[in-house]
């Protein structure tokens, strides 16, 4: 049985590679991707920084375990969620890791 549902989500831990002093770090962000029909992502430009960042945008419904520095737990806002989709980093990793994960579901059926 197929269960049809009108606003899918998936959370998927995503590496990113970050640049450091010493080479690169590697962390998991736990983020739930909004599987966006077709006819929606078509709609994003994404050879432009602004449509890259509204498609970033329309897939990422939150960050997971998020900490400051100091390791206090931070809750993911909009406003922390956008700040963290400036970074070149994430937005490499979260881009590439939603299209992986759909281009998977395709090669599926």
């Known amino acids: 049985m ?3 549902t009108d ?3 998936f959370t998927h831990d995503v590496k990113v590679i970050t640049p450091t002093d010493s080479g690169h770090s590697e962390d998991m962000l736990k983020t739930t991707f909004r599987f966006l029909p077709t006819d929606e992502l078509a709609a994003f430009d994404l050879t432009t920084p602004e449509g890259t960042t509204d498609y970033l945008k ?3 419904v ?4 998020l900490v400051t ?3 206090a737990p931070l809750l993911c806002t909009d406003e922390v969620r ?11 990793a979260v881009g590439n890791h ?4 759909v281009a998977k579901v395709a090669e599926g059926n």
Do not use: M, P
């Open 58 to 60: 329309a897939i990422v």
């Open 82 to 92: 956008d700040k963290l989709l400036r970074r070149s980093d994430i937005r490499k």
């Open 7 to 9: 606003n899918l989500t």
């Open 62 to 65: 939150a960050f997971h375990d």
């Open 69 to 71: 520095e100091t390791g």
């Open 98 to 101: 939603y299209l992986a994960a």
């Open 2 to 4: 197929f269960k049809v």
